[in-house]
């Protein structure tokens, strides 16, 4: 009997010790499921944004995109305009975040893909009005690259093509040029 | 009787417009000269190949149309009209080339957008846009600004004295100095200095503002060809918005202003008459008209509590209001916010503004201010004529370089023009009606269309209909040539049919 009850008590001690380390499991889980959600909640489209400006003025915003055209430093802060696909908005962060943005979009790189979370404001006050979101913190999602334009071959082909034509032409306007009468 | 038009007229026609396509394929070394400095291959070959498909057509013409004749005012009026049309179809090619238009067609629409002046664009991803194209782009505008038959008689045509209708056919009836093309290359004069003094201006501002060297003054070099040409293209898809300046936007606003006045007024001003600027009727009506529609956006902005504060609803408010009246087009707001945020009345002083334009020989589109002041003292000369007694001899007169007795000739034209251009505008919105959009919006985007405006409240996209496309391009070109030319060359081709 008393080793039964023995028994009884080292099951329920393994079973309770079980359930702690589920307990333990599930909030370790909860735990990176809301850090994971932190870093990469669904982000707001720009047409979202600038459609419904007024509805989110002043509230904290996640968006993504890719940094286009030039980092512009202004003292201690710089603007990165950031451009989804379809529109571009302007992000006002510290010079001290810039450090996660090295290509910028143009015509030979793709620019970083990057997440912003910061606060969206509909017409800044302290930028004449401007529709802009403040950073406070920004991800680094896709490094940018330099883009190879090749050189497609039809493109070749018709300047030799033309390049004949354009020959034969100038050479008919010559010949045939009216001569011109001494006076 | 209507007479058909001879083979010599269509030879005489073919000839000179062979000469201007020549000139405008000779444009086309600037951005291939860009290409070179920037490394840049593909845009290379796409202005290569553009520049031979445009010296081929410009020497079959010659060679097939080879004439002596001097042209006629019929035959001036078709050569500029066709010049425009031409001009777009082969300055479309490179932008078609790029591929970042969708279509030839949408390289079209910006083509005559660039020549006409107006900035409504179709272009996708121009953030990665090369500098080779991007240049283009605002080149274009800059031709067309000052006119591409303006192009070709300041370079490319020598003794010609047919000269003047084709300075006249593309609306410019205002002889500077003496000869025609004394006048146009004033002209040049004119936006070469200004194009100095402003890219140097923009770029010394682009550098403060945090941009590189090349960036600065390449942006500052676009910035101003667009602003001066009041077209309203930029080299990023934000616009003035992406450089998040007022300095930037000041200098912009100032450049716009410059581009709205008559190149006659730049004359007299750099001659020394400075008080030419307060007499000038234009000067006046453009005075009035910009602050009672600047009153009627202010106050419809300030109704829905849309910029908290005075200053910065001045700065949106005033700014996207000079560049609709100049016709320029540039924004400081997204396309969207005038359909979510700017309500009708606000949205009214800026349909109002781009219907007005700037100044007659100028850069802008629409009715202009002469006309407006024209109408306006014949209104006045009519009520003095009611109120005075009858036999009482009422003289109207105006300041306009010199003191201007008003005739009927005058007062009739002015009319005819702005009948004309308030029918582009109501067609425009009708054929918008037609596809869905509210009657405002269509008369925003078709009145910024024909007023060679610029300002879009997001119909123009690419997913707009092909006929909507093709119906802005015809505003646009018939907006910039002033009715005139056009007319002509519709009664040329119904000569053609119906004539004996």
Redesign the interface.
């Known amino acids: 009997m008393g080793e039964g009850k023995m028994m009884n008590r080292l099951q329920a001690t393994g079973y309770r010790l079980q359930a702690t380390g589920y307990r333990l499991l599930f909030i370790a889980c909860s735990l990176q499921l809301a850090a994971c959600s932190l870093c990469f909640a669904q982000s707001i489209s720009s047409t979202e944004l600038i459609s419904n400006a007024a509805q989110y003025d002043g509230k904290t915003v996640e968006y993504e995109g890719e940094a286009v055209g030039e980092v512009m430093r202004r003292g201690a802060y710089a603007w990165v305009n950031i451009n989804d696909g379809a529109n571009a908005i302007g992000i006002w962060l510290l010079n001290s975040k810039l450090s996660e943005v090295n290509f910028t979009g143009s015509y030979k790189t793709a620019g970083d893909r990057l997440k912003i979370k910061g606060q969206f404001n509909h017409a800044c006050l302290m930028h004449g009005g401007d529709l802009d979101i403040h950073a406070e913190e920004i991800i680094k999602i896709k490094s940018g690259e330099l883009k190879e334009h090749a050189l497609p071959q039809y493109k070749q082909n018709l300047v030799i093509y033309l390049s004949g034509v354009l020959l034969c032409l100038l050479l008919i306007s010559l010949i045939l040029k009216p001569k011109q009468t001494k006076k | 009787m209507i007479l058909k038009p001879h083979l010599s007229d269509i030879k005489t026609i073919g000839y000179y417009l062979g000469r201007i396509i020549i000139g405008l394929g000779l444009t086309m070394f600037v951005p291939l000269i860009i290409a070179v400095v920037f490394g840049?291959?593909?845009p290379l070959?796409?202005f290569?190949?553009s520049l031979?498909?445009t010296?081929?057509a410009g020497?079959?013409l010659?060679?097939f149309c080879?004439t002596d004749k001097d042209l006629n005012w019929m035959q001036g009026m078709i050569v500029v009209s066709l010049s425009w049309l031409v001009a777009m179809f082969l300055g479309a090619l490179p932008l078609w080339?790029s591929g970042h238009w969708n279509s030839y067609l949408d390289a079209c629409f910006d083509a005559m957008s660039g020549f006409a002046t107006t900035g409504l664009t179709l272009v996708q991803d121009l953030?990665?846009?090369?500098?080779t194209h991007n240049l283009w782009r605002h080149l274009i505008m800059f031709i067309g600004g000052q006119g591409i038959v303006i192009v070709a008689l300041s370079f490319f045509v020598k003794g010609l004295s047919g000269a003047f209708k084709m300075y006249v056919g593309e609306a410019r009836d205002e002889r500077i100095l003496p000869n025609v093309v004394q006048t146009a290359r004033f002209i040049w004069l004119v936006s070469i200095v200004y194009f100095i003094l402003g890219t140097l201006a923009l770029g010394i501002t682009g550098i403060l503002?945090?941009?590189?060297l090349p960036?600065a003054f390449f942006h500052g070099a676009c910035i101003f060809m667009a602003a001066f040409d009041t077209g309203g293209f930029s080299p990023?898809?934000?616009n003035i918005?992406?450089?998040?300046s007022?300095p930037y936007?000041v200098i912009t606003i100032i450049i716009m202003v410059l581009g709205a006045i008559n190149f006659k007024l730049h004359y007299h001003i750099w001659a020394g008459e400075r008080r030419e600027i307060f007499k000038n009727i234009e000067t006046r009506a453009l005075f009035i008209t910009v602050l009672i529609t600047f009153l009627l956006t202010a106050i419809g902005l300030a109704q829905l509590h849309?910029?908290?504060?005075a200053l910065?609803?001045f700065?949106?408010g005033f700014y996207q209001l000079i560049s609709a009246h100049t016709g320029t087009g540039y924004q400081?707001?997204?396309p969207?916010?005038f359909i979510?945020?700017w309500g009708n009345l606000a949205l009214a002083g800026l349909i109002c503004a781009m219907a007005l334009g700037g100044a007659v020989c100028s850069t802008t589109g629409a009715i202009k201010m002469l006309r407006l002041g024209v109408i306006f003292k014949a209104l006045l000369q009519d009520i003095k004529r009611i109120i005075l007694p009858e036999k009482a001899i009422v003289i109207q007169k105006f300041h306009h370089i010199q003191n201007v007795f008003l005739a009927d000739a005058q007062v009739r034209s002015a009319l005819i023009i702005t009948l004309a251009y308030l029918m582009l505008y109501f067609i425009g919105s009708i054929v918008g009606m037609f596809y869905g959009w509210p009657f405002l919006y269509s008369l925003f985007e078709s009145t910024s269309a024909a007023a060679n405006v610029g300002l879009s409240c997001g119909i123009t996209n690419i997913a707009m209909p092909a006929a909507l496309k093709i119906t802005y391009i015809l505003q646009m070109w018939a907006g910039r040539l002033e009715f005139m030319s056009i007319f002509v060359l519709l009664g040329f081709f119904v000569a053609w049919v119906k004539g004996k």
């Not at chain 2, 953030?127 to 500098?131: A, E, I, K, R, V």
């Open positions: 840049e291959l593909s070959f796409d290569v190949v031979q498909l010296f081929i020497l079959i010659i060679l080879r080339l953030d990665h846009l090369s500098f503002n945090g941009m590189s960036n990023q898809s934000q918005l992406y450089y998040h007022l936007e849309l910029y908290p504060k910065v609803l700065r949106k400081t707001v997204y969207s916010q979510q945020e």
